[in-house]
């Protein structure tokens, strides 16, 4: 609950305060990279063995993501007359995987490996996605360079992810100690995220009507009800089922309100910016209900 809260807290405080969050712009992607390598230290070998068992499940969590956020997108779209508008919400589906989303995997207890993959894979897949599913849903047409995504995906989540789990092979007595930090850390970037989001896009959420609001909500919540059953269906394990439904459901819409502001407008960016906060928040609701016990299933 004290995560939830200071999400919240924080929410509320870049909204009345921006100036006062601001400066931290500038840290984020430093203090994310350096999140990641601690929650990288609390992979066990048995998660890393599990997923190697399986590698095709980060090849089929890519496939249900582009189709299930790019389509709900389009349903909820319709019912906004507004070209730009639509073409922002459809964009919000067409975005890889938020980097907050493997903080988020961890803090449910996920499968970090898995969501590192998914991340990694959606990434890469991301100007394919847009070249396909905006023009066919959305009538609109973006181009996105590949190298500059590739490369906050390495340096911001891959390679610090896979020292710290080295690091949790090379010394597998890690004290609880350690562990206890690694979670505080990964709780305090989330909340951060939410600050410097917030702060960021607090005029263009000004601009933000109530119906939209709803939609984006409707997007976000279908995307993990939509997840939930596709890995039901497949009969995933519950922490490889917690992944896919926050992968799925947790967009990087901050990239989608630069592409959207870049390519489209400043009403076609108020989707994404609403978004951005919306999924770390709704994914900070599950926190109470988490599973006490870490270690599952993960075959």
């Known amino acids: ?65 582009y189709t299930i956020m790019p389509l ?20 919000v ?16 207890r996920g499968d970090l490996v898995l969501s590192v993959a998914m991340t990694t894979l959606a990434t890469l897949a991301c100007p394919l996605i847009l070249a396909f599913w905006l023009p066919l849903l959305a009538d609109a047409h973006m181009s996105l360079a590949v190298g500059p995504l590739v490369w906050n995906a390495a340096w911001m989540v891959v390679l610090p992810a896979a020292a710290g789990i080295a690091l949790r092979f090379l010394a597998r007595d890690l004290q609880r100690g350690s562990e206890a930090l690694a979670s505080f850390i990964a709780s305090a970037s989330i909340v951060l995220i939410v600050l410097v989001v917030v702060a ?50 947790m967009q990087n819409a901050g990239l989608g309100s630069v592409l959207a502001l870049a390519h489209l407008s400043e009403a076609g960016a108020v989707p994404s910016a609403f978004y951005t906060g919306l999924c770390v928040v709704t994914a900070a609701l599950a926190l109470p209900f988490r599973p006490r016990v870490r270690a599952e299933s993960a075959a």
Do not use: H
């Not at 994310?32 to 601690?38: G, K, L, N, Q």
């Not at 709900?72 to 919400?89: L, S």
């Not at 975005?95 to 803090?107: F, I, K, Q, R, Y």
């Open 1 to 65: 609950m004290l995560i939830l809260a200071g999400i919240l807290a924080g929410g509320a405080i870049a909204l009345l305060a921006p100036g006062a969050v601001l400066w931290l712009r500038p840290a984020l992607e430093p203090a994310f990279a350096v999140t990641m390598f601690f929650v990288g230290t609390l992979v066990l070998p048995e998660q890393v063995r599990a997923f190697l068992s399986s590698p095709g499940r980060a090849f089929v969590g890519l496939g249900c993501q």
């Open 72 to 91: 709900c997108g389009a349903a909820v779209a319709a019912f906004f007359p507004d070209p730009q508008v639509k073409a922002g919400i459809v964009l």
């Open 93 to 108: 589906g067409c975005m890889p995987g938020a980097m907050a989303s493997n903080v988020m995997t961890v803090l449910l």
């Open 200 to 249: 960021v896009n607090r005029e263009r959420l000004g601009r933000l009507g109530i119906a939209l609001a709803a939609g984006m909500v409707v997007l976000n919540l279908g995307g993990y009800a939509l997840a939930y059953l596709a890995a039901r269906a497949m009969r995933w394990p519950p922490p490889q089922r917690r992944t896919l439904v926050i992968e799925v459901g």
